[in-house]
């Protein structure tokens, strides 16, 4: 108890802890989707980021929940708004332990909730949080002063708080490595891996909607049009799959795997249309609609794969093509390409495509 009480007493003032809460919400949430595009490790700091910051979160709502707790336990100035708080609470709280858990290794990649990882989950209460915090900030908005900023003794607090979440992280990284739990084979996005080879291996996923009918591949073609000399389509059967590589795929519900790639190389697909002088980007477009685009330089090393692990691909990995683009996040390995368009511009529409694609 004197520990909590001691605790207590480093907090910084009420006003501040708040709005200092809803700081860390915002900057989690930014943090949290803005990891979903990095996909090679040069890009470690922003899960740093978002790690650090939601365990000084951790340690913000124990105070918070601290100062308050009268108010929860005994109903005191119970009004309409306190189930609202005590919801918000909630959410921020299964937030925080699911994200903690996944980190931890107490869950792995086959512990679902219905359909989705843990990760997910996190994800999606993540989301949740947003609306109901700023719904709670508006129904007690209380504006912090500038004297609430100008005390440095505030700074070394947070700065106290930060560098203490900081060392949790990095104590929780070497006991994982040390006792080598589930948690050490993370990579740096947080995925963790599934071993195996060929189609069975690997979980189907779609980034949002996306669940197009079979596709029969006698009936289908492949298009590569835009600025290029010798607009092409082309049938199954003449799609090259001397290619091979191996390659990561890394799914934002939280897994990984590494398997053999096979199909045409797209540099070989570009070089057999000649592309023009002043293309900048490849398209790759789906059956759904769904799309993404690489610059040319990049999209000239990734692969448009037939085969998995020496098998045809399945049809829920993308068959009968899908793109492979090593250092990319999952959701942008195109599955089920029927286009490939060469353009001057990038398509910034791509991400709302991505959300909205297999909804009716
Ligand atoms: C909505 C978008 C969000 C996304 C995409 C996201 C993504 C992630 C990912 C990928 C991890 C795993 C990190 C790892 O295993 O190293 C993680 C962990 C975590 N996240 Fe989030 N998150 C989001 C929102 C939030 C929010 C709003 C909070 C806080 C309320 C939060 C708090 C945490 C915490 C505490 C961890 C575990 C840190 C640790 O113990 O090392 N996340 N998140």
């Known amino acids: 108890m004197r520990a909590v009480t001691a605790f207590a007493r480093l907090s910084p003032p009420p006003r501040l802890v708040d709005w200092s809460i809803l700081a860390l919400v915002v900057a989690e949430v930014a943090s949290g989707l803005l990891s979903f595009t990095v996909g090679t490790p040069d890009g470690w700091y922003v899960l740093w980021f978002h790690r650090v910051a939601g365990i000084t979160l951790a340690f913000l709502l124990c105070l918070k929940l601290y100062r308050v707790r009268n108010r929860i336990r005994y109903g005191e100035h119970w009004e309409r708004s306190t189930a609202l708080s005590i919801l918000t609470a909630v959410v921020a709280i299964a937030t925080l332990a699911t994200g903690i858990a ?79 739990t589930s948690g050490s084979k993370r990579r740096f996005t947080g995925s963790k891996p599934v071993r195996g080879e060929g189609n069975g291996s ?84 789906s059956v759904t609609g769904y799309r993404w685009s690489l610059p040319v330089e990049e999209a000239r090393d990734a692969l448009l794969a037939t085969h998995v692990g020496g098998e045809r691909l399945a049809h829920g990995h993308g068959a ?29 529409a791509q991400w709302l495509v991505t959300l909205i694609s297999g909804f009716d």
């Open 102 to 180: 996944w980190a931890l290794g107490a869950v792995s990649v086959e512990s679902r909730v219905l359909y989705w990882t843990v990760l997910s989950v996190h994800v999606g209460l993540g989301l949740a949080l947003v609306p109901l915090v700023l719904a709670h900030v508006s129904t007690r908005f209380s504006v912090p002063r500038r004297s609430d900023f100008a005390d440095r003794r505030e700074a070394i607090r947070y700065a106290g708080l930060f560098a203490a979440g900081a060392l949790v992280v990095r104590g929780q990284e070497t006991a994982a490595e040390t006792f080598d």
């Open 202 to 285: 690997f979980p189907i996923t779609s980034w949002v909607a996306d669940d197009p009918d079979p596709i029969d591949p006698e009936a289908w073609t492949l298009s590569v049009t835009g600025l290029v000399e010798r607009p092409v389509e082309l049938g199954y059967g003449e799609i090259d799959t001397e290619s091979e590589e191996r390659a990561l795929l890394d799914c934002t519900s939280g897994w990984y795997t590494v398997q053999e790639w096979q199909g045409v190389r797209v540099g070989d697909l570009l070089d057999s249309v000649g592309v023009s002088g002043e293309a900048e980007w490849v398209r790759f477009v």
């Open 320 to 348: 009968p093509l899908r793109l492979v683009a090593p250092g990319r996040r999952g959701f942008q390995w195109v599955k089920w390409v029927e286009r490939v368009e060469i353009r001057e511009e990038n398509d910034p």
